[in-house]
């Protein structure tokens, strides 16, 4: 079945650029998503990228998206303290009732 | 907007005990799915329906009911409660794959322990 695998931690400075990365197995998959989660929350989605896309920047989050490789990633410039989360890699076909497939989450620690 | 609503937040239940795990959302989104997370892991699909009077298995549904009687509410039956089943539960709700850019809505969480 489809598979999406994520490193497990990552620990940048207040101010840094973060780069989270994240690789997928399904080729059939048309969107990847990045969610966030805060403790004792739910995922809340942060971005989305079209298969057919490389990139896509929203403010300091940029997505970068390598579909030959099956690569996606995301850069948070400007680390802040408030951007320590999970952050969940997903994929999402266009058929299979619209179930998305996640990664094991990367915890972000920011220090200050 | 209430969004996707699970109750109850906290639950603790002993072994063989049963429970429903409640969700309903107001966005009118067709589909809707249950999640389970478990420290330090991914969301693993327990169950899943594509719209009301329909649902269908995910990874994991051993140890698990669902139905869908109307789009808002997808309630998750734990019959037989045991230890394994100590997690997270997370429902979550969609637009069809033709707004897929929407991503998924999710509740809070239900953190169930079994003791």
């Known amino acids: 079945g489809e598979d999406v695998e994520q490193s497990l931690f990552l620990s940048v400075r207040e101010g840094d650029s973060s780069v989270i990365n994240c690789t997928y197995t399904d080729s059939s998959s048309t969107y990847l998503y990045w969610y966030k989660q805060e403790p004792g929350a739910g995922l809340q989605l942060l971005t989305y990228?079209?298969?057919?896309?490389d990139m896509k920047q929203d403010q300091r989050l940029t997505v970068l998206l390598n579909k030959k490789d099956k690569h996606l990633s995301l850069r948070i410039a400007d680390t802040q303290t408030g951007d320590s989360a999970i952050y969940f890699c997903?994929?999402?076909?266009?058929?299979?009732?619209?179930?998305?497939?996640f990664g094991d989450g990367t915890t972000l620690t920011v220090k200050p | 907007n209430a969004g996707v609503t699970q109750t109850p937040k906290f639950r603790i239940l002993k072994i063989g005990q049963s429970m429903t795990l409640q969700c309903t959302q107001d966005m009118n989104h067709n589909y809707m799915y249950w999640y389970r997370q478990d420290p330090g892991m991914g969301l693993k699909l327990i169950y899943y329906?594509?719209?009301?009077?329909?649902?269908d298995k995910g990874e994991v549904p051993n140890g698990y009911n669902v139905s869908r009687s109307t789009t808002e509410d997808f309630p998750l039956r734990l019959e037989l409660a045991a230890p394994s089943q100590t997690s997270v539960y997370f429902c979550?709700?969609?637009?069809?794959?033709?707004?897929?850019?929407?991503?998924?809505?999710f509740g809070s969480g239900t953190r169930l322990t079994v003791v």
């Open positions: 997903a994929e999402r076909g266009d058929t299979n009732a619209g179930k998305s497939t």
């Open positions: 979550a709700s969609s637009y069809s794959n033709s707004q897929a850019n929407y991503g998924y809505t």
């Open positions: 990228i079209f298969s057919n896309m």
């Open positions: 329906s594509v719209g009301a009077g329909i649902t």
